[in-house]
């Protein structure tokens, strides 16, 4: 089962059940993905990678809104961001841990010959593609100007 189909399995059920929070965090998913399907030169099937980037994508613009509305003394609106993300983070592979993401991190190093912080981007660029899906770009970051300064 895909992942879109899995989406449109579990908005039926929230819709059963009626779970609005829920039901809005996927219908959000479902939307995102129809646009993407919909872009110019699209295929037909969303391959599982463009999917992973698309929920990761609408998970971190969740958290950034909330962390938004905290700055503003909106804790409201932040409470229903942050419950959003959590449902569509649901849909995520687990997140890794900083100890096996410093692992694979040395092991990429290894791979690109990298030495300082000056390859920063070109262990950034292999990183970003192995691990797509696995955690965030920002955690990447800073372990890879961890291990590289």
Not at 23 to 39: C, D, G, P, S, Y
Not at 45 to 59: A, D, G, R, T, Y
Not at 66 to 84: F, G, M, P, V
Not at 123 to 130: D, R, T
Request: neutral net charge; glycine residues 4%.
């Amino acid at each position: 089962m895909s992942l879109f189909e899995k989406i449109n399995e579990d908005l039926k059920s929230a819709m059963k059940n009626k779970e609005k929070e829920k039901l809005e965090a996927i219908r959000a998913v479902k939307t995102a993905f129809l646009l993407a399907k919909t872009e110019a030169g699209a295929e037909e099937q969303l391959s599982e990678e463009l999917e992973l980037k698309i929920v990761q994508k609408l998970v971190k613009q969740r958290k950034d809104s909330a962390s938004e509305y905290i700055t503003q003394n909106r804790k409201d609106l932040a409470d229903k961001e942050l419950a959003e993300a959590n449902f569509i983070a649901a849909y995520l592979p687990s997140q890794m841990s900083e100890a096996e993401l410093e692992i694979e991190i040395k092991k990429i190093i290894e791979e690109t010959g990298a030495t300082s912080i000056k390859e920063l981007g070109k262990v950034m660029g292999v990183a970003s593609k192995k691990l797509s899906g696995k955690t965030d770009n920002s955690s990447i970051s800073n372990v890879v100007k961890k291990l590289l300064s």
